[in-house]
């Protein structure tokens, strides 16, 4: 089973080198040419349509398993699944381009450097979304926040100023115009003083055209704010058009949906007509309830099939 033996090949991003050689070596045999930079793979490199997803996972939280037709484990939904349609698909043979980057979930860097080497129209990539056409992207600012508050005895609160409150009330004010999480927050102590300082990494989800009223108010914030991933959200064109009618000419009616994650996606739109679909659950991804059906593998693959000269059309 090759979902199995890629869930075998540990892959945290950054250190992809032994999954990155598998797969090299499994189209080679299959015939194809494969050109290979520092951190991506690429085949058919001179077809202008692309599928393309990643090879690297975060850290390990569950081991791979398969139940009621079910298959776990950290990576399995993002996105090995997605990887093991595309080559089994690929070892039937297919007329488009076929991408595998590496540092996905850390700095973007296989998508980055792609724009580089590739001069298509159209891609889709695999992420999970349960199959559904993700033609609707969220874009994101990822920013860390040092708040600055005034210590006194904690006894005596209104004679200071606590940092974590102001990272707090900072987050309030902040969620009732954007989505807004703190994915990590650090301050304080137990000494009994009122905290200093606090360091908050917040996290916005950013509907289409959202960026720049995002960055505005980010701005207004009393603390020093170091900005990690900016990007704005966006539509897909006429690639969704293609994969929809891919779906149907595989027996399936398509679904919408929206991509609220950062995706390769986001590198990928600033020279291509880019959207997100594939097997796997997104919620459950980076968790240790990570899971896929193994039915919406199948599915997955049968469609891939049909976009088998199908792109052309467009």
Known sequence: MLLKKLMGIPSPSGKEGEIKEFVR???????????????????????????????????????FRIEDGFAY???VADA??????????????????????????????GSKEFLSYWNGKYAVVMEPTNLRIASKHFGCIEADLTFKGF??????????TNAIEKAINTY?????????????????????VIPEYCTARFDFLLEPNQLSSAMEELRKVDAEIVILEAVDGFYSGKVAEILARA???????????????????CNLVKKFDVVVWGPGELRDCH????????????????????????????
């Open 25 to 63: 070596n499994f189209l080679e045999e299959r015939g194809y040419e494969v050109f290979e930079s520092e951190s991506f793979l690429l085949v058919n490199r001179k077809s202008e349509f692309v599928v393309a997803t990643h090879l690297d996972t975060v850290p390990i939280k569950a081991e």
């Open 73 to 75: 484990g950290t990576g």
């Open 80 to 109: 090995k699944a997605s990887l093991t349609a595309m080559l089994e698909v690929a070892e039937k043979g297919v007329d488009y381009a076929m991408a595998f980057f590496c540092e996905e979930e850390e700095t973007g860097k």
């Open 151 to 160: 210590p006194c005895h904690a006894s005596m609160p209104e004679h200071g």
């Open 172 to 192: 309030l004010r902040l969620s009732k115009k954007f989505r807004v999480s703190i994915l990590r927050i650090d301050g304080g102590g137990y000494e009994y």
């Open 247 to 265: 779906i149907r000419n595989a027996g399936f009616e398509p679904e919408f949906t929206v991509m609220p994650s950062w995706t390769d996606a």
């Open 287 to 314: 968790t240790t309830r990570e899971k896929v059906d193994l039915r919406e593998i199948e599915i997955a693959k049968k469609v891939l099939w049909k976009l088998n000269g199908l792109w052309k059309e467009f």
